[in-house]
């Protein structure tokens, strides 16, 4: 029987399983009884012959298990080689019941091997997914039917895997006892040796570290590489990069993960191929973990590519936050790039990351308290639904409009809110131990002082009574969410790009000046966010953020073209202090 017809017939429900039970490698009691979403193991051990013929398992042999659910979902599991004629498949049911399954390999003696077990109910919320278009959300609803939102918070330990196991036990605990829910690091170091084969002592050690921040409530952000350079050298050709990918995926997708192809990219040529080829092969999993790339600055360039199912900015500047988050549908990670060493400047671009629409990653040596303070903070809010809010003074804020405003003061002093006419509850917290000083409201709009000008402020106003009937409700989201259109007509645009000129010729690495100038004033052209960024679309690079601000210097990477000279498209994105978003662009000439 061929393949196809094979698979024709499992999928259909023709083959009786009990007359293969002789047949199936004892498959079926390997992962009996086990709780919706734990991982379970079956392992396949090469014969003689198949072992001969195949001396390097890892290159040689193709094995991978599809799982059907009782819902007929499918879930096609790679399997991945560990250590001498063994190979595992490490799978996750993602709900109770009947579970069959189907093996395709190169190995006759495996291939069309078919079984069945039964998975248990678990409590598990199950994986994380993106929600809501900026937000998160849990696979599975709660006992009422309703979605349960994620409250991502993570923290950079990217030398994790090569910690001894104390020091590793102790990060662990800790970061699970501050709240964190997210840990970030490398699966290939860079110190590690070169070859196509996996280092096995590291990758156990792997595995038993991400079971243990799962344990412990945390999600394991896996990042696979540093750079698309190490990748390239570790793995010169292309099916080696991608048999790696697909090593990981296998090895790590039954568990609570999400991948991060490298930690940053800009630096490297050709980065954005050799990222979207990664990115492919984890666009595979059955489980949807969500997948970005790292980066100095931003990976939303890579977005176009699809694979991407959220962004992630390494930059502490608001600027490209903000703005970001105007333009892609998708939510976005801080990775701290930047880590701060003072607390109070560690708050202040924890807290502005939140206004921008981020979820925060802590790394640095500053006190963390401020994040667990944060988590307390925005857990009694209805986070999923907060987009970043303008009509206001004095402070940045997100909202769900007519329902609860959540607004930062970095520097103390008058703030006006403008809001839907009603009843609020006022909540002035201390975002550096949590305190709150409680007042009423009834208006459409709030003026006030922070209680004192010694330090930042976090305002929470909540409509009377508003939150717990909607928490109380089957809905998960109360509004849709919608992506504003850019201006890009001239003519409607308060602003012109002055610098660099019509027709310029630019130089790689050679700083050039950029300016912009408003042509019409108006209450909201007074707070404009500048972004420059450029593109070469002829050679797939992918536009770099060259700039923020209104006036500056840039200096042209040689990464963000192949071939020299080259037209790029420099852009200018601009949003005015009512979150309204334009956009200009210059064509000009790029040498080396």
Not at 29 to 43: D, G, I, K
Not at 191 to 207: K, N, S, V
Not at 532 to 537: I, K, P, Q, R
Not at 561 to 588: C, H, Q, S
């Amino acid at each position: 029987m061929s393949s196809s017809t094979r698979r024709l017939y499992w999928l259909a429900g023709l083959l009786s399983l009990s007359a293969v039970v002789a047949r199936d490698l004892h498959a079926q009691t390997a992962c009996a009884n086990t709780p919706a979403y734990s991982p379970c193991e079956t392992v396949f051990t090469l014969s003689d012959a198949d072992a001969a013929r195949f001396p390097n398992p890892y290159t040689g042999v193709n094995l991978q298990v599809e799982f059907r659910s009782p819902h007929q979902r499918t879930y096609a599991v790679p399997a991945f080689w560990d250590g001498g004629r063994k190979l595992v498949v490490r799978f996750a049911p993602a709900e109770a019941g009947q579970w069959d399954f189907l093996v395709d390999s190169n190995i006759a003696a495996w291939n069309g091997q078919t079984g069945s077990f039964m998975a248990a109910a678990s409590d598990s919320p199950g994986f994380i997914r993106p929600a809501n278009v900026h937000h998160w959300a849990y696979t599975e609803k709660n006992a009422s039917g309703i979605e349960r939102a994620h409250l991502w918070m993570g923290a950079a330990q990217l030398d994790l895997a090569s910690l001894d196991d104390a020091a590793f036990r102790a990060l662990a605990d800790a970061r699970a006892a501050q709240k964190f829910n997210h840990v970030r690091f490398l699966v290939l170091d860079q110190t590690m040796r070169t070859g196509p084969e996996p280092d096995l002592a590291r990758f156990r050690r792997i595995d038993q570290r991400v079971a243990y921040l799962n344990q412990k409530g945390i999600v394991a952000d896996l990042i696979l590489a540093e750079d698309p350079a190490t990748l390239v050298k570790v793995f010169p050709a292309a099916e080696d990069r991608q048999r790696f990918a697909r090593y990981v995926l296998g090895r790590y997708d039954a568990f609570n993960v999400t991948w991060q192809v490298v930690n940053r990219f800009e630096d490297d040529p050709d980065a954005r191929a050799i990222v979207k080829d990664m990115g492919e092969v984890l666009k595979t999993d059955g489980y949807e973990h969500p997948r970005t790339a790292g980066a100095r600055v931003t990976s939303a360039p890579f977005l176009d590519d699809k694979w991407m199912t959220y962004s992630a900015q390494g930059t502490s500047d608001d600027v490209v936050g903000s703005i970001e988050h105007q333009l892609y549908p998708v939510p976005f990670v801080n990775l701290a790039a930047t880590p701060a060493a003072d607390a109070a400047v560690l708050r202040r671009e924890l807290w502005n990351a939140t206004m921008d629409g981020q979820s925060p990653t802590y790394s640095g040596s500053a006190d963390p308290k401020a994040f667990s303070v944060w988590f307390d903070i925005l857990s009694g809010t209805r986070y999923w639904e907060l987009e970043p809010y303008f009509d206001l003074d004095g402070g940045r804020a997100v909202a769900l409009e007519g329902v609860e405003y959540l607004v930062y003061i970095e520097k103390p002093g008058p703030l006006e809110l403008r809001l839907e006419k009603h009843g609020y509850d006022v909540l002035w917290i201390n975002p550096i131990d949590g305190e709150v000083t409680r007042q009423k409201f009834n208006g459409d709009h709030f003026t006030a002082e922070p209680p004192d000008q010694s330090h930042d402020w976090v305002l929470h106003v909540v409509r009377e009574g508003r939150v717990e009937s909607m928490n109380k409700s089957y809905r998960f989201a109360s509004r849709d969410i919608l992506m504003q259109e850019i201006e890009v007509v001239p003519d409607k645009t308060p602003f012109e790009i002055e610098q660099p000129p019509m027709a310029a010729s630019l130089k790689v690495g050679e700083p050039v000046g950029y300016a912009a100038k408003i042509k019409r004033d108006s209450r909201a052209t007074r707070s404009m966010m500048w972004m420059w960024t450029g593109e070469v679309a002829a050679d797939g690079q992918g536009y770099r953020v060259l700039g923020t601000g209104q006036t500056g210097t840039f200096a042209a990477p040689a990464t963000l073209a192949k071939n020299y000279p080259a037209v790029v498209n420099l852009r200018l994105y601009a949003m005015n202090g009512n979150g309204k978003v334009y956009a200009l662009d210059r064509v000009l000439q790029l040498n080396r």
